[in-house]
């Protein structure tokens, strides 16, 4: 959990002792990324600004994974970003998103991806989806 002097950070910060709020301009990218994954688009074949393609079996494992967990994933709310982090880790922010189900709502699964700076902006990979 995020103290609340840090939660009103809103830019990427690069500090490896200790995480930070998800950065404001990832935001639409990562409510993007998990609209995909709501429609079971695992592989977000639909090209997805900024995200790197999926392989085929770390989609599978993703789809796979929600399946098993055995409820419905819904577009993230905008309580999410309290209790979502990302962390500078030396060369990406290690990133953690809090997913929320239709019946449970804020669930136990996490999304977890990384973030790259790249020309002009950002570059994110999903790592894998799963329970802490």
Excluded: H
């Amino acid at each position: 959990m995020i103290d609340a002097a840090r939660a009103q950070v809103l830019s990427p910060t690069k500090d490896e002792m200790a995480p930070y709020p998800i950065a404001a301009e990832w935001r639409p990218t990562f409510r993007e990324v998990v609209c995909a994954l709501v429609e079971g688009d695992f592989l977000l074949s639909r090209g997805i600004p900024r995200v790197r393609p999926v392989p085929p079996a770390r989609a599978e494992q993703m789809r796979k994974y929600v399946g098993s967990y055995g409820e419905t994933l819904m577009p993230l709310p905008d309580d999410s970003w309290q209790t979502s982090e990302s962390q500078w880790m030396g060369s990406f922010w290690d990133v953690s998103i809090d997913l929320w189900t239709v019946r449970e709502g804020r669930s136990d699964m996490v999304l977890d991806a990384r973030v790259f700076e790249a020309d002009g902006g950002y570059e994110i990979e999903l790592i894998s989806l799963y329970v802490p």
